[in-house]
């Protein structure tokens, strides 16, 4: 049996934290629960689930092909997946501590799911039935999937609603959707962070720096989360305050997928392929040091002390600036 650990942060005078010697890599898609206690994430194909206070992951899925992409409903009922149990990347929901797994779309085409409606009643993902790629949405009871945009925006991709406006926001972009990997790109179709409002027909564009903006997500009270690439050519961790990208992470290499809790207080994403989950320090702390979650065999009394890596899934909580 495999376990996750997660440790407490340890004082910025120490220099380190515990690890294991055993660790985790190419754990991809990391998303919180509402409350910010879970992180569910993806790894070998199966989704799995573990506190954010430390003890053993839970596997979630065991089916044929990938599950990835999970999100969790702003309700903390469910988790959206896609997922190629029958070879095409369709998407799929099941309840949060697991249970039996519904199939909400059946598409040659790939739905990468992208997020929840605030109502937690429809999954919006994202799918090459239309164009490139273009946004959708699909009620959790099934049915037919709706397109969001009609004749206009052709390279939608993920969507996330604010909770208080209504907007979609979306990056327009296939830089942003199949090359985010190719850094330091500038040029026409660097992405923006974009919104349109299906009530009012309002459409806004919030970010125009020419590198990358994208991978954004939105707390219950409406606070904007994103990575960008404007400080030093990596992908940091960003917020949006009063239409300024305000920089919370300085990582000298970049994050990945970053997606903040409903409740607001904590962030998870990847960094770069290493191991584990590492959680900041709380709002009100000071002078911690980031702990992480690393996956060892049962034997669990293999443990080592070891300088901070540079790269792992973290999760951090928000409201701070903090000099990593």
Not at 107 to 126: C, G, I, K, L
């Amino acid at each position: 049996m495999r376990y996750f650990f997660l440790f407490l942060c340890l004082p910025l005078c120490s220099g380190f934290v515990f690890s294991q010697k055993n660790e985790l890599f190419f754990a991809t898609h990391p998303s919180l629960t509402p409350d910010g206690r879970t992180v569910i994430f993806s790894l070998e194909g199966d989704l799995w689930k573990v506190s954010t206070t430390g003890g053993p992951a839970t596997r979630l899925t065991a089916m044929q092909g990938d599950e990835l992409y999970p999100h969790v409903s702003p309700d903390g009922r469910w988790i959206a997946f896609t997922g190629a149990q029958y070879g095409s990347q369709d998407v799929y929901v099941m309840p949060v501590d697991g249970g039996e797994i519904r199939q909400l779309t059946v598409h040659e085409a790939f739905d990468h799911v992208d997020s929840w409606s605030w109502d937690s009643r429809f999954v919006y993902f994202t799918s090459n039935r239309y164009n490139r790629q273009s946004g959708y949405k699909v009620a959790i009871d099934g049915g037919t999937p709706q397109r969001l945009f009609g004749n206009y925006f052709n390279t939608v991709h993920t969507v996330v609603e604010h909770p208080n406006t209504g907007e979609l926001f979306f990056n327009e972009t296939w830089e942003s959707k199949f090359a985010a990997n190719r850094k330091r790109y500038k040029g026409a179709y660097n992405p923006d962070i974009q919104s349109y409002n299906p009530r009012s027909g309002e459409f806004k564009v919030y970010t125009d720096w020419e590198g990358k903006d994208l991978w954004y997500s939105i707390d219950r009270q409406g606070k904007i989360y994103f990575a960008s690439d404007k400080a030093n050519g990596e992908y940091n961790l960003c917020e949006l305050r009063r239409g300024k990208t305000v920089e919370l992470t300085k990582f000298p290499t970049s994050i990945k997928n970053p997606q903040v809790s409903a409740n607001g207080e904590k962030v998870v994403f990847e960094k770069t392929t290493n191991s584990g989950c590492m959680t900041l320090p709380p709002a009100k702390a000071q002078n911690c040091m980031p702990s992480f979650l690393t996956m060892a065999h049962s034997n669990a009394n293999r443990i080592s002390r070891s300088k901070v890596p540079s790269n792992a899934l973290m999760c951090r909580p928000t409201g701070k600036n903090w000099p990593w």
